[in-house]
């Protein structure tokens, strides 16, 4: 690689000197760090992208959602909320919901309820959901905690691979003026710093989206137990035991007397098919 191909950074003074310098393990050691930068900005910038859309979308999602008293009103509109962790949530939820309500629903008083063991799958579903998204979020990011613990590490390497090269070459060379160890050490401690601009960048970004990441999980689980809360609130049967047996009560009387009333009419319309035929035999 000569001067004119080498990165403008590289190509200015100590850095081009110092990469001149360093020796073919320092060389693949750069390598390996360049390796690991490409994959730790390529993590920034894709999850920099999915956080300020998440953030985006959620906050559309919000207002339209607090915006309605049905907690299924927004499910029916054909609007979409794509990117927005809490809107998957809520989907997930809704459609469980509608399920219920569709193959298991409890009528009460002319009104669709869905019973407590329904709404527990409804929870599971959000809570499954929430889990879902939460790893959504943090896909990606062990690539920029290894590059922020890595990064250094593989450059000391390199850099103590150089000066044990430096060192035995001037040991060889029964020489130890400072012309002859300061190539090799500028070589050696390239590798240190390579390590260091791919850290130091990996490390903001990390802590900054780490916490982002949090504060949308927190989010996120806030809106299920509000969302859940909302649901058993408008669709649950919560009505108390007592109220439920004598209910189970009324509709088995009524079931009884349409049992009974049915019965008697079938004994009145054998005895009046039995009547006129003796009749006729005492005849």
């Known amino acids: 690689m000569t001067p004119s191909t080498l990165p403008p950074l590289l ?12 020796t073919v393990e320092g060389k693949i050691t750069i390598g390996t760090l360049v390796i690991v930068s ?8 894709t999850k920099a992208r999915q956080l300020w859309i998440a953030r985006r979308e959620a906050k559309r999602f919000f207002a339209s959602y607090r915006a309605t008293r049905d907690p299924l009103e927004l499910a029916r509109k054909p609007e979409d909320f794509d990117g927005a962790p809490a809107y998957e949530l809520y989907v997930a939820g809704a459609d469980e919901l509608e399920y219920h309500l569709k193959n298991h629903a409890v009528e009460i008083k002319g009104q ?16 499954r959901t929430a889990s ?9 990011m062990i690539v920029l905690s290894t590059a ?5 590490f593989i450059g000391l390497l390199g850099t103590v691979w150089g000066v044990m090269e430096t060192f035995s070459g001037i040991a060889k060379a029964n020489s130890a003026s400072l012309t002859t160890m300061a190539p090799g050490v500028a070589g050696a401690l390239i590798a240190t710093v390579i390590g260091l601009l791919v850290a130091i960048p990996a490390m903001f970004a990390y802590n900054f989206m780490v916490t982002s990441i949090r504060a949308i ?10 969302f859940a809360t909302s649901i058993e609130h408008t669709y649950v ?7 439920e047996i004598n209910e189970a009560n009324r509709g088995l009387a009524v079931q009884l007397t349409e ?7 079938r004994i009145v319309g054998a005895l009046q098919d039995f009547n006129p035929a003796a009749s006729a035999g005492s005849r």
């Open 11 to 22: 190509a200015s003074g100590a850095l081009q000197f110092a990469f001149e310098k360093s």
């Open 38 to 45: 490409l994959f730790s900005w390529t993590v920034i910038l």
């Open 112 to 127: 669709q309820r869905v019973s407590t063991a329904s709404f527990d799958s409804v929870k599971v579903a959000l809570e």
């Open 132 to 140: 879902q998204q939460a790893l959504s979020l943090e896909k990606g």
């Open 148 to 152: 922020v613990a890595g990064g250094p």
């Open 217 to 226: 999980t927190q989010e996120l689980d806030a809106f299920a137990t509000e």
């Open 237 to 243: 049967d919560n009505r108390p035991l007592g109220e």
């Open 259 to 265: 049992a009974n009333r049915a019965l008697g009419d």
